[in-house]
């Protein structure tokens, strides 16, 4: 055999070998888990708040937290990030109840408390069944989905199936297939990937008002992930701009804190367009004006 084609054979091999390895490591790549003990106990400072385990029909258990606000106008379903526990996660819930909502939060399959197998059709199970409950007790008029990051994917979906009052997407993501081709461009991940959340896909089905909030310098999902996104239902998306932020940052600055009360705390109103130059057109030529 000449030179040439054991070259061939052993990159082919490496690439093969390679593969394999991202498809069985993938989920220690994406998600970084903590652990918490049954007994563990959660406490945040001038927050009340509500544990509460939901056993889902593989026999997982989904562990999660309600924040309590006086006289709730509504219930914000908080889906977060890909790393830590509600333990860290929490921490975010005043920025709601603050303006009267009470906040569902819960951990992921493998996350705090939370057991089972971690499969994309799992999450998305797990999250409707919550969903479910939030909808025993509050009217969906009532409902807004809020997602963070990852947890972006997973309320997108959730709003294309169910009616909530609107959507909030924090940093989300076109799909998670395309941020790991910003990474590995020479693997084959639509084969590979096990999680690969098209978000896109899902916003074509949401009926409800859309925001989405992204920062300017987020360098792990580019902001022009976002102007892409609003473009899928324009009529119905409002794209809100934190200049500077980051990816991880967004709640450090004063922007991003005034357009969450303003999204969360205002009722869509229609526009009167009559009279408006929405319907003139645009020409290029110059008009003479005789003086």
């Known amino acids: 055999m000449p030179n040439w084609a054991y070259i061939v054979l052993l990159v082919l091999a490496i690439y093969i070998l390679l593969s394999l390895l991202l498809y069985i490591l993938q989920d220690y790549f994406l998600f970084k888990p903590e652990k918490l003990p049954k007994e563990f106990q959660f406490y945040y400072e001038n927050q009340e708040t509500e544990e509460y385990n939901i056993e889902t029909r593989d026999g997982a258990v989904i562990n999660g937290l309600r924040f309590k606000a006086q006289n709730p106008k509504g219930v914000v379903f908080y889906l977060k990030g890909n790393s830590k526990s509600i333990k860290g996660w929490g921490k975010f819930a005043v920025d709601f109840t603050r303006h009267g909502y009470d906040v569902i939060m819960v951990d992921y399959r493998g996350f705090g408390k939370s057991t089972g197998r971690r499969t994309q059709k799992a999450i998305k199970r797990d999250m409707q069944v919550v969903y479910n409950k939030i909808k025993e007790k509050v009217p969906e008029r009532y409902i807004i989905l809020y997602g963070r990051s990852l947890g972006s994917g997973f309320a997108a979906k959730l709003a294309s199936m169910n009616n909530p009052r609107m959507l909030i997407l924090d940093a989300p993501y076109y799909s998670l297939s395309k941020v790991a081709k910003k990474f590995i461009p020479f693997m084959p991940l639509s084969l590979l990937i096990k999680f690969p959340m098209p978000t896109y896909k899902w916003l074509k089905y949401v009926n409800c008002p859309i925001h ?38 967004l709640n450090t600055f004063e922007s991003y804190h005034k357009m969450l009360g303003e999204i969360i705390t205002s009722h869509p109103k229609k526009v009167d367009l009559k009279g408006s130059s929405i319907d003139v057109g645009t020409s290029s030529k110059q008009m003479d004006v005789k003086a």
Do not use: C, F
């Not at 792990?220 to 809100?240: D, F, M």
């Open 212 to 249: 989405i909030i992204h920062g300017t310098d987020d360098r792990l999902i580019p902001y022009k992930t976002s102007v892409k996104l609003s473009k899928i239902k324009p009529r119905q998306t409002t794209l809100h701009t934190v200049i500077g932020g980051g990816h991880k940052d």
